[in-house]
């Protein structure tokens, strides 16, 4: 957490899990989606009417008319993973910091754990070593059981809730070492939960680079998603995708993206939520091909966030369009994660940015921006260190061979209310992230 931030922060089968069912009682803070009153419940909340384009063709509802025996209060993995399955409506409570990597006894497992006979980490360096193996991406028996360790974990680390389901962290409770793969399914809430350290234990070779799998959120091929007031980070620092070595001359790769829209999901809205240092950090669309006839999807709202030494993608967009409003960035150059630049315009992107603020010194204006195939984007009133900029005419100035215009799809005309610039930072470091919904 940098400086300003520390100046102005002082934050089990389904039977066995009915009888946790709540009966009204788990109770939250009130949160900015539809309720009523200071004691709301998070878990009945639908999102508000105008709050973006997961607002709009119907909304978004999640689970919120479940009846009593499809309320659970979960304090495991394993009870969780069971109670989100299923497309009937559910409300699962998240009641602590559960840990994915534990089985289900609450023992605690590590990636060894994982391993299939034929495979380990020292065995996967000794054989893809370039210098035996050669420029290639790895393959052969020695990859085939490093993807079958990899499947058997992702089995076990993945959550995938069926439709119509809203989970609620209680308090300040948390989730680790797990990962949100949110796929063909429809009318998710995830709300007022820690999401962090979606660490990948079996990283493959490419030949040129390490890849890693997994992200705290991935919506795949999914529409009406509502993420609010989530803290998505990497973990600690023994953890962090930075501090991971450098073999064959490439950084290991241990993180994916922090919160990613893919595969002609639309109809997200991502609100509220604070990503505390990470690299490949919102990434919507995730191909420049038109395999998943994205044209006309990929709608999302990424509003009131706080992108906190965040290197890239915050966000980067394919495809679609993103409303992209009332957003803090700030960096701390000594975390060991590099800058690279915020907002980035992709092929046939469309990504309409206004009235976010930027605290980074030492930072160049000209890199919030970055061009990965688009042709325009609009920026409107953002602010950088305290001062008002065109932040469009900052980039193409420094890039006169990649320029951009400001024409882009019109502003989208479902949004809430849009702060003005020189109110985001206070108003988004005090209500941003898990704990916080009120």
């Known amino acids: 957490m940098n400086g300003p931030a520390r100046r102005l922060l002082a934050a089990v089968a389904l039977a066995a899990l009915a009888s946790t069912a709540l009966t ?23 999102i508000a009417a105008n709050d973006g384009w997961a607002a709009t063709d119907g909304g978004t509802t999640g689970g919120s008319a479940a009846d009593d025996a499809h309320v659970f209060k979960v304090d495991t993995w394993d009870e969780l993973q069971t109670a989100i399955k299923g497309d009937e409506s559910k409300i699962v409570y998240v009641d602590g910091d559960l840990d994915a990597m534990t ?3 609450g023992n605690a497992l590590s990636c060894t754990d994982f391993n299939d006979p034929g495979y380990s980490w ?18 052969g028996p020695v990859e085939d059981a490093r993807k079958r ?6 089995q076990h680390i993945l959550l995938s809730p069926g439709s119509n389901t809203t989970i609620v962290g209680l308090g300040d409770s948390s989730l680790t070492h797990g990962s949100f793969f949110i796929t063909g399914v429809e009318n998710i809430i995830v709300r007022n939960l820690g999401v962090h350290d979606a660490y990948d234990c079996f990283p493959s070779w490419e030949g040129d680079s390490w ?27 023994a953890t962090n995708d930075y501090a991971s070595p450098v073999i064959w001359e490439h950084k290991v790769e241990r993180f994916d993206g922090g919160i990613d829209v893919v595969r002609a999901s639309d109809l997200v809205t991502l609100s ?10 919102m990434l919507i669309g995730n191909t420049d091909s038109t395999n998943y006839d994205e044209a006309d999807k990929l ?24 409303h992209v409003y009332n957003n803090y960035f700030t960096y701390d150059a000594e975390s060991g994660y590099p800058y690279f630049y915020s907002l980035g315009a992709g092929k046939e992107s469309a990504i309409y940015a206004e009235n976010n603020a930027w605290d980074m010194p030492g930072v160049d204006p000209a890199l919030a921006i970055g061009n990965y195939g688009g042709t325009g984007i ?12 065109d932040l469009l005419a900052a980039y193409n100035e420094a890039n006169p061979t990649k320029s951009l215009s400001g024409e882009v799809a019109e502003l989208p005309a479902v949004h809430g209310k849009i702060h003005d610039t020189d109110e985001v930072a206070e108003l988004v470091m005090r209500r941003s992230g898990a704990g916080n919904c009120r």
């Open 211 to 237: 890849d890693a799998q997994f992200d705290n959120f991935e919506i795949s091929a999914s529409t009406h998603v509502w993420l609010d007031h989530l803290t998505v980070t990497d973990g600690d620092a």
């Open 378 to 389: 609009h920026v409107e009133g953002s602010e950088f260190n305290g001062e008002e900029i």
């Open 24 to 46: 009204g009682a788990a109770q939250a803070r009130p949160g900015h989606g539809h309720g009523h009153g200071h004691d709301r419940d998070l878990g009945r909340e639908t």
């Open 149 to 154: 360790s990899y499947n058997a974990f992702r």
């Open 122 to 139: 020292e065995t996967y360096l000794e054989t893809y070593d370039p210098e035996v193996w050669g420029p290639n991406e790895a393959s």
């Open 272 to 281: 509220w939520n604070h990503i505390d240092t990470h690299d490949k950090t």
């Open 299 to 322: 709608r999302v709202t990424v509003h009131h966030n706080w992108f906190e030494t965040t290197s890239q993608r915050s966000p980067r967009l394919r495809w679609g369009q993103a």
């Open 103 to 105: 089985d289900d006894q």
